[in-house]
């Protein structure tokens, strides 16, 4: 993942800080929305931004039941 690729062109959302969101705890895309903003303008980036959030937080899940 290149974490500086932009997610939310509206909002200027990077993956990084959508991962951030992510490792800070946020779970759902509506979490990670209030967070980053991305996908809150006009939605165009929003299902990237749900796969991107659904793939990060089974990786962290994964991750801490290791």
């Not at 939310?8 to 903003?37: F, M, R, Y």
């Amino acid at each position: 993942m290149d974490p500086n690729r932009i997610i939310c062109n509206c909002q200027a959302v990077t993956a990084g800080a959508i991962k951030e969101a992510v490792d800070s705890g946020a779970d759902t895309v509506e979490e990670v929305q209030g967070i980053t903003g991305a996908g809150t303008v006009c939605g165009a980036g929003l299902e990237e931004v749900e796969k991107l959030v659904k793939s990060l937080v089974a990786q962290r899940n994964a991750s801490q039941s290791s």
